[in-house]
DNA sequence: TTGCGTGCAAAGGTTTTGCATGGCA
DNA sequence: TGCCATGCAAAACCTTTGCACGCAA
């Protein structure tokens, strides 16, 4: 039942945004700064139309990133690949890891049987630092000098 | 160092509906309607100012309820209390779970030492159902003809 | 040619801010 | 009396909407 979709310029670039910044959350202005960059104006309207319209298809999902209390977009590669597990997301890079390991099994059993929890994965996330920007912040400690990003 | 408060009856008020609210997340508008009912009408400014001062204090906590989409604000009843460990949130009456136990341990080892990830308490939120709603919602599925709440 | 996509302008909702006034301690 | 708190109005932001036009298929 879907209706028929014209392709346009700056919809292709979107979208390839989207699909390029995988396990990076962007915000409609991040998407508007991107068009710029490559000469291409388009109007907010229509960018919060075609987003809109993606989130409607599903191809991405809209919500809050808390930290920095900003609507961030984030392209869904399979939806149906998402569940069943929960994520890791890292508060530097916005990364996200999917725990799709056998530990899954266990965190439900024990919320289950200890707490009287019924785990649901949508939307539950841990945060932290992934591997690559642990690194890196213990770089920037040992540089006192360095001037660090702060909460 | 925290500067003199002066003690004023919309204050008294907004910080009473919140503690009240433990449990319930509430929103600005929340607040509002919640002082009209008490006869007291606040400019919405003042609500704000107050709330943001709450959060500098570290005395509730605001984030967007990605659910509603809306921004919310939550009592905390002790901040210092709820670090080391995650929280579960029951999605249906919103009451929190406080993951205080040795799995607590289990979940971080794991993380650190299968996915390379740094675990931070502060956010990381796991949902489901509590055991007190999981027995409603099984309740409401066996009388079919009832009206049950959807998302 | 059809009707979707777009730009523009305006509106809507939420939150912040400047300034003068009011009120607690 | 000294500040903090408040009300008011305006602004800042983000997002949506109506309308007419352009353009892909």
Redesign the interface.
């Known amino acids: 039942m879907d209706r028929r979709k014209y392709h346009t310029k700056g919809r292709a670039l979107i979208l390839g945004f989207l699909e390029q910044s995988q396990s990076v959350t962007v915000t409609a202005k991040d998407i508007w700064a991107f068009l710029q960059d490559h000469d291409v104006t388009v109007n907010r309207s229509t960018i919060y139309r075609y987003l809109n319209q993606l989130c409607d298809d599903g191809a991405i999902m809209k ?2 990133d ?2 920095i ?1 900003k609507t961030v977009y984030e392209y869904v590669k399979d939806k149906h690949d998402c569940q069943g597990h ?1 994520h ?1 997301k ?2 530097r890079c916005n990364g996200i ?1 999917h ?1 799709e ?1 056998g ?1 899954m099994e ?2 439900r059993e ?2 289950e049987e ?7 994965c ?10 690559h920007c ?1 690194k890196i912040e213990e770089q920037a400690a040992k540089m006192p000098n360095e001037e660090r990003h702060s909460v």
Do not use: K, M, W
Request: glycine share 8%.
């Open positions: 919500y809050t808390n930290d209390g929960i890791l890292c508060v890891i725990l390991c530990f266990e965190i024990h919320l200890s707490h009287h929890f019924s785990l649901q949508e939307g539950s996330v841990l945060y932290g630092l992934c591997d642990r």
